[in-house]
């Protein structure tokens, strides 16, 4: 049985998390505070985090950080904070995904299912992964992107991406001149339908531009098609 951590200091949504994961067959352990969540994080098998931001001793992105060092599994952030500037943060530090509080349980039980069967087949993946062939490497505007290592390189320099920041490059990349909707993508890179919420898709193309345009500003390569969504230019 998959083991899901929540990290939650608030003992009411703790446990609506809780019954609903453990209804959908994964087995639950809970943090109220932020250091006994960070011990359990690096000493258990877990297949997902669920993490809040607003917690005693320890908040959530130091948690992100330090977990970020040691394990990919993914991390989902649940949190009141709607800024903009924490979704950024957050997810700049290495979780998978953010959903606001209040949401949908059901919402929240997909995403976790998603992400775990997504984050199973990239690690089963790399695992059997063959020697590098040339038609496993894609090579576009200044940038090579190496699909067995999962690497991105700008000349010899290699950009690090999270899980799903290299997910979003690398279906753009792969699909160039082609305008998706925000909606398209959340369905393709998150596994399952946007159910309203695509702000997750806008933090990582903004991170996106950060790391690999000359004028994040000005982007020249991942370019916003107003009142569509995005394109990856050639």
Not at 53 to 82: H, N, W, Y
Not at 157 to 175: G, M, N, P, Q, R
Request: with cysteine; charged share 30%.
């Amino acid at each position: 049985m998959k083991r899901v951590l929540i990290i939650e200091d608030d003992p009411v949504i703790a446990e609506v998390q809780k019954d609903y994961l453990e209804a959908g067959g994964f087995a639950v352990e809970v943090a109220a505070d932020g250091g006994e969540g960070l011990r359990l994080a690096q000493g258990g098998d877990y297949a997902l985090i669920l993490l809040d931001l607003m917690l005693p001793s320890m908040d959530g992105f130091e948690i992100c950080r330090q977990v970020r060092q040691t394990t990919d599994i993914p991390i989902l952030i649940v949190s009141a904070k709607k800024e903009e500037i924490d979704k950024i943060r957050g997810l700049g530090l290495g979780a998978d995904d953010y959903i606001s509080k209040p949401f949908s349980v059901g919402e929240l039980v997909a995403r976790v299912k998603a992400h775990i069967a997504r984050f199973e087949r990239l690690t089963a993946g790399a695992e059997t992964a063959p020697a590098v062939r040339p038609k496993e490497q894609l090579r576009i505007r200044g940038l090579l992107i190496d699909k067995p290592s999962r690497k991105v390189f700008a000349g010899d320099k290699e950009i690090v991406f999270t899980t799903k920041e290299y997910d979003l490059l690398l279906y753009l990349a792969s699909h160039p001149n082609r305008v998706f909707t925000k909606d398209e993508l959340f369905e393709q890179i998150w596994g399952l339908d946007a159910l309203g919420d695509n702000a997750t898709v806008t933090v990582h193309i903004s991170r996106l531009r950060e790391k690999i345009e000359r004028n994040p500003s000005k982007p020249q390569l991942i370019e916003t098609v107003w009142g569509v969504g995005y394109r990856f230019n050639v």
